[in-house]
């Protein structure tokens, strides 16, 4: 099994960074994707942004500019550097990965922005 671990959330400020990270576990051949959704209280859960094992991104259009999604094959971790961060980004933020073709979810880290 795989496992799907996030860190890095925390409280920020408007305007400010913050970096998290998604370390994956357990019996890996081949990341295929990875990437970032989140949940906001009372909202469904949405894509923030997937990079392939070849390094192709994709961002939802809320984050485009703002954040950068990458990925450490060697230490099968992945990253999410948030910069100029709005109160609207305020959720808990959670890991996904495609792993041999089967799909897996960390447990989330949360994230707050005040005003």
């Known amino acids: 099994q795989v496992q799907l671990v996030e860190s890095g959330g925390g409280l920020v400020q408007a305007g400010g960074s913050l970096r998290l990270s998604c370390a994956a576990s357990g019996s890996i051949f081949r990341i295929n994707v990875m990437g970032w959704y989140r949940q906001a209280p009372g909202k469904q859960r949405e894509l923030v942004a997937t990079i392939t094992r070849g390094g192709s991104t994709n961002y939802a259009d809320s984050v485009k500019g703002r954040f950068t999604i990458s990925i450490d094959n060697a230490k099968n971790t992945l990253y999410l550097e948030m910069n100029s961060l709005k109160a609207e980004d305020t959720a808990v933020y959670y890991c996904?990965?495609?792993?041999?073709?089967?799909?897996?979810w960390g447990q989330g880290t949360q994230v707050s922005v005040s005003s």
């Open positions: 996904y990965a495609n792993v041999d073709f089967r799909d897996y």
